[in-house]
Structure formats: C-alpha cells, structure tokens
C-alpha cells in the first residue's frame, strides 16, 4: 500500500512539475534563424512577423541571418540546437527539402523537422540582366542559341534549391545548355545579375524582386504558373507556352522547429505567429510583393502539408536526375 501511495505521489510530484514546466514557455530569448543573409525574401517574412510573433509570446525574439551552402549552414544550426522551441528557423522547402538531396554531406533529413507555420506561396520569375537586352523568353532562347560555345549562366541560392532546381529544368526542356553559378543569397545574387557578371536567374514573386523589377534594375520576363500573376499581369505565364508545359512552380515560406519540440511548444509558436501574419499591415506587406496568404492550419494540418511537400519536391529533384554535389 506505501508502495502505490508513494508511486502516486511521484506521478503527482512529475504532472506538476511537467504542467509548470509547460507554463514557463518561452523562458529565454528566442532566436530566430534565417538561413541566408539579410536582405532577401525569407528575411523579409521573418522580420515582418517576429515583432508581433515576440509580442504575443510575451518573450524577446531576436533574428540570426546565418547564410551559406544553400541554406543548410542555417538549418544545422536549428538541428543541433536544444528542441525546446527557443530556437527556430524562417525557411522554404529549399533547406529543408531540396537540400538534404542535393548537397553531399548534409547531416540532417527533411523529417527532423516541423512546420510550425506556412505563410504564403509565391510563383518564381524568370529575370535577366538589362544588357543582354531581351524582354521576352523566345528572345533569350534565341540569343543562348546564337553563342552554343558559351552557355548562359544562371545564378541560384545554391546547389539543390528551388531556384537551382528550375533552372536546370529550364536548360532541360528547352535543350539550352546554361551554366549555374551558386551564391550564399538572394542579395549578393541580385547584385551580381543587376551588374552583369551573370545572365539571368529564377527567383520568388516576393521580398525585394517585384520593386528591382519595377525600378528597371533588371528585366523580367515570365513567372512560372500557368496563368498571369494577379498582381504582375506583364508578366507572361511560362507554364502556358508552348514546350514550357513543365515550367510550373512555386514556393512558400514558414517556420520550423526540430522535430522533437514539445507538443505545447508548437502549439504556442503556432498560435503566435498565425496571429502575427493576421496583423493587417503584415497581410498588406506580404500581398503588395505578390504573395498569396495561405489558410491558419494545425500542427497535426501542418504535419499532413510538410509530408506532401517532402514528396512534392523530391519528385521534381527526380525528373532532372538531381545528383549531391
């Protein structure tokens, strides 16, 4: 009988220390990573969210931008970190998906992770250098056909992301050899394609992309969906021209968690940054770059839209033979 009474005490003593535990959520400052420098879309979201995401958890939250390899600089840091929630990361199905597939070496997986929010979604556009002087996708094609010896070079966030991805598919269906040159950013690629040590490059309707475009910094010429951008409608759709069948994509942007965060956790985290993205001056600013605002969904609605994106973009890496590099 002293037995059970005092098993029952311990399961007292452990619910309420569990139970307390639960409550001092968060507990210190919280870091929220950005797997690239600052200046491009994914720091875009994050530092749009996190004040009213640090606000509504009643907690300091503070941005890292720790660029390199493609994102996985960033999201190692996530991986090896505590998974008590204080440390998160603002990603894309770039690291966490692409990444593990494409770069040799990658110590973590697209399942130690959790989604803890989707924000939005966003078509790519294809943009080129002003001095190469063409504004539409035959003109390009037409001008890498004229130089066979010199292939056109294309720049991405490193090996295995999207936007590498995309291109290569590009140079695939259109039979165009292209040279894909990686960066550790959007930022530093940008300044590079604005003066001309690179051709061209496909990157997400989001950040700073849509305004570089509109202040005639570099051309644009088509997005990758099957139908005209509703905020971009100059933009021709790719995916709807003849042979560009395949050339539709798009991505989205979120925050993630290791995967062995506490339920309560990201319960929390899920709650405060849907709220965060429901600020109406953050809706503005996140459809005035041309984002689409996806629905507030679950953890467990969340666990169900990661496993299909993993499946989702491994596909894609399969349809162009994608090898570690």
Do not use: C
Request: net charge positive; no cysteine; proline share 8%.
């Amino acid at each position: 009988m002293k037995v059970k009474t005092l098993l029952s005490g311990l399961v007292l003593v452990a619910s309420s220390f569990s139970a307390a535990w639960a409550q001092t959520y968060p507990a210190k400052t919280i870091s929220l990573i950005v797997p690239y420098p600052a200046g491009g879309p994914s720091d875009f979201f994050a530092r749009r969210v996190q004040p009213d995401a640090s606000a509504k958890l009643g907690a300091t939250m503070i941005i890292e931008n720790v660029g390199g390899a493609g994102g996985v600089i960033g999201m190692s840091r996530l991986i090896n970190a505590p998974a008590d929630g204080h440390t998160l990361s603002a990603g894309s199905p770039m690291e966490l998906v692409l990444a593990p597939m494409a770069i040799q070496g990658v110590k973590y997986k697209s399942e130690d992770f959790k989604l803890v929010a989707q924000f939005t979604t966003t078509n790519t556009i294809l943009v080129v250098r002003n001095s190469l002087n063409v504004k539409t996708v035959d003109a390009l094609l037409a001008t890498a056909r004229k130089n066979p010896d010199k292939p056109m070079s294309f720049g991405s966030v490193g090996p295995g992301s999207l936007y590498h991805l995309i291109g290569e598919k590009f140079s695939q269906v259109t039979k165009v050899p292209m040279l894909h040159v990686p960066y550790k950013g959007i930022a530093p690629l940008l300044s590079d394609l604005m003066g001309g040590q690179i051709d061209m490059a496909f990157l997400p309707m989001g950040g700073s992309i849509p305004a570089t475009i509109m202040e005639g910094k570099i051309q644009g010429l088509a997005v990758t969906s099957k139908t005209p951008h509703p905020l971009f409608k100059q933009f021709p759709p790719m995916a709807a021209m003849k042979g560009l069948e395949a050339m539709e994509f798009d991505i989205w942007a979120g925050i993630q968690v290791h995967k062995n965060t506490p339920d309560h956790v990201v319960s929390a985290l899920n709650k405060a940054f849907y709220a965060a993205v429901e600020v109406p001056e953050t809706r503005k600013a996140f459809e005035a770059n041309g984002n689409v605002i996806l629905p507030s969904r679950t953890p467990a609605e969340l666990a169900r839209v990661y496993q299909g994106e993993i499946e989702r973009y491994r596909a894609i890496a399969k349809s162009i033979n994608l090898q570690p590099q």
